[in-house]
């Protein structure tokens, strides 16, 4: 999940805001604090707008894994004066791109400033690690997330819709590759993985997702050749988001020079690994793209959960060259 629970209910920073101690580094020994924050949170936002019936799971701890290693000293906390967990942003940067979430403030402790100071403190690390496009996403029913956030600089985008089918079978041009089988050729595919999204949105790189995601044992990245160049890929987890929750197949980084490669790229993720047949594939589709959410509906993807893209100043969100969808969230 992304940034979707409130930080809002800002006010004057008060004493018990002051003694907020922070940032710290989260570490693995945080997940169960992580877990209880974010469920508490999410689930107050969710009441406030009138869900009452819904409560929010706690995640994967394998998932939370993930996004600590890949944040790295961007995965932040604050705690309050007894060490328990006020707050925490997890902020993450690939390349120049850099986004935020999830981030929650524990519901004792909003409406004391504590929501835009743990953003605000994302915004100064990421800038001052090199970030040129810095976002992230919020439940764009929330208007007063999205007001929030656009006060402290950051305007509406794009949807990123949350799409569920099972591609089609690929073209025989293409030659589809696991990263996992490459042997020793496994540097030399990040390499190529690292040129093309570098190409198609320069100063992107996503080569810690991928080498996270095979040392994790997550799921895997699919790569699509032709003629013996790079020309799509796909990194993808299986792993339940939810503790508890059903296996699924989710993208999280996709770049690809073309809609035929796209097609391509996700039919070889659709066979998944180790598996027999299709399988259903979950894709975060930026709607910046609007060729491939189109191609995405031909085939039978179906949305299942909306979010608003929100961008930090006026870097553009969209690439201009091919297809690169980077799922904000973890």
Aim: net charge neutral; with cysteine; charged share 20%.
């Amino acid at each position: 999940m992304g940034s979707r629970a409130s930080v809002k209910r800002m006010g004057k920073m008060s004493r018990r805001d002051a003694h907020i101690l922070g940032p710290a580094q989260a570490t693995v020994g945080d997940i169960d604090e992580l877990n209880r924050v974010f469920s508490e949170a999410f689930t107050d936002r969710y009441h406030r707008d009138g869900l009452k019936g819904v409560q929010v799971p706690h995640l994967n701890p394998e998932v939370w894994g993930f996004a600590l290693a890949s944040a790295q000293a961007g995965a932040m906390i604050w705690r309050d004066p007894t060490g328990g967990l006020a707050a925490f942003n997890i902020v993450h940067l690939s390349g120049v791109e850099g986004w935020m979430g999830p981030l929650a403030v524990r519901p004792a402790f909003q409406g004391l400033g504590l929501g835009s100071r743990i953003v605000t403190e994302g915004l100064q690390w990421l800038r001052s690690h090199g970030a040129t496009r810095i976002g992230l996403e919020t439940m764009p029913r929330t208007v007063d997330n999205i007001g929030f956030y656009a006060g402290l600089g950051f305007r509406p985008g794009h949807l990123t819709l949350t799409m569920i089918g099972s591609p089609g079978p690929s073209s025989d041009r293409f030659l589809v590759r696991a990263l996992s089988a490459g042997g020793e050729r496994f540097p030399m595919i990040v390499e190529e993985c690292r040129q093309l999204i570098d190409c198609l949105a320069p100063g992107v790189d996503y080569s810690r997702e991928l080498h996270l995601t095979e040392g994790h044992g997550l799921g895997d990245t699919t790569v699509l050749y032709e003629k013996g160049r790079c020309r799509a890929f796909a990194v993808w987890h299986t792993v339940p988001l939810a503790r508890g929750g059903e296996e699924e197949l989710r993208v999280l980084k996709l770049g690809a020079d073309g809609l035929d490669s796209f097609e391509g790229v996700l039919s070889g993720v659709g066979m998944g690994r180790g598996r027999g047949g299709r399988v259903k594939v979950s894709v975060r589709c930026q709607t910046a793209f609007p060729e491939a959410y189109s191609t995405l509906v031909r085939a039978g993807f179906r949305i299942h959960w909306t979010d608003l893209r929100m961008l930090y100043g006026e870097t553009p969100e969209r690439s201009e060259r091919g297809i690169v969808f980077s799922n904000w969230e973890i």
